[in-house]
């Protein structure tokens, strides 16, 4: 699944598109996670593309009237084409703009989204819950001790939990905690100030230099110019299970963890 840096990058890949004004909308395949509206079709043409954020892994494009919200699931990618081609099996969703570009989502999976969001309404059942962006200030070792003060599970499954910290999936939340050096299976509520000051920095360290390598790219994920992402090959734990630690040669583990596999270091990360 897209996780925060590859959702970022397809966000910043499309930051071309704003100020461009919505000529048609093509929906071919409605059936994803939730339907697609129908009434898209109506809404966005003659519609000019305001802006261009994003909350947690979702991608919001800022209308006049509204927010169309975009969520790659497991399999999708967002293309941005200025010479389009014929849509194939898993394109289910285009956005022709008057300048003759095209933003189009394939989904072989069918687990992304595509929702309206009026302006009258101020908020979305999706997003009224989230907790913070991890590279933003208030995301520090101090909101993060006390959010953790209660939780008895494992800390790799808490750092994924959106309601704690958003956009931090199975790949960085593995990498994070080996360059913090905490085993994934310590209880969260067990973590000392220190130890939270250092999984933070490496939260943020781990997801800035993904972006930097335009994220990870190991199945579907390309951005939207089709280039793919180069962080994988600087994974220090991620799917390396029976490789040599690149720090003290041990060999890595994998276990699992809230039903997501979980590689670690068992000497570099001591419980």
């Known amino acids: 699944?897209?996780?925060?840096?590859?959702?970022?990058?397809?966000?910043?890949?499309?930051?071309?598109?704003?100020?461009?004004?919505?000529?048609?909308?093509?929906?071919?395949?409605?059936?994803?996670?939730?339907?697609?509206?129908?009434?898209?079709?109506?809404?966005?043409?003659?519609?000019?593309?305001?802006?261009?954020?994003?909350?947690?892994?979702?991608?919001?494009?800022?209308?006049?009237?509204?927010?169309?919200?975009?969520?790659?699931?497991?399999?999708?990618?967002?293309?941005?084409?200025?010479?389009?081609?014929?849509?194939?099996?898993?394109?289910?969703?285009?956005?022709?703009?008057?300048?003759?570009?095209?933003?189009?989502?394939?989904?072989?999976?069918?687990?992304?989204?595509?929702?309206?969001?009026?302006?009258?309404?101020?908020?979305?059942?999706?997003?009224?819950?989230?907790?913070?962006?991890?590279?933003?200030?208030?995301?520090?070792?101090?909101?993060l001790h006390t959010a953790l003060s209660n939780k008895t599970l494992a800390i790799k499954n808490a750092i994924m939990d959106g309601h704690v910290v958003v956009g931090v999936g199975n790949i960085y939340a593995s990498e994070s905690l080996f360059r913090a050096r905490i085993h994934p299976e310590t209880a969260a509520n067990k973590l000392t100030l220190k130890q939270c000051e250092r999984l933070v920095a490496e939260i943020k360290s781990t997801l800035n230099d993904a972006l930097s390598a335009g994220g990870s790219s190991l199945r579907d994920f390309f951005g939207v110019d089709g280039n793919i992402g180069y962080f994988q090959q600087e994974y220090f734990v991620y799917g390396r299970t029976n490789e040599p630690c690149k720090v003290c040669a041990k060999l890595i583990k994998c276990i699992r963890l809230g039903q997501r596999s979980t590689f670690y270091c068992d000497k570099c990360q001591k419980r």
């Open 1 to 143: 699944m897209p996780e925060l840096p590859e959702v970022e990058t397809t966000r910043r890949g499309l930051l071309p598109l704003v100020g461009k004004v919505v000529k048609s909308v093509s929906i071919r395949h409605p059936t994803l996670r939730w339907p697609i509206p129908q009434s898209l079709l109506q809404i966005l043409p003659n519609q000019t593309l305001r802006g261009l954020t994003r909350r947690a892994k979702y991608i919001l494009c800022e209308y006049d009237t509204g927010t169309l919200l975009l969520h790659l699931g497991m399999s999708g990618r967002i293309q941005l084409l200025d010479t389009p081609y014929p849509p194939e099996k898993h394109d289910h969703f285009d956005i022709e703009f008057a300048d003759g570009h095209v933003l189009r989502l394939r989904d072989p999976r069918r687990f992304g989204a595509v929702l309206w969001i009026d302006n009258k309404d101020n908020n979305h059942v999706l997003l009224n819950s989230l907790g913070p962006e991890p590279l933003v200030v208030d995301f520090n070792a101090k909101y």
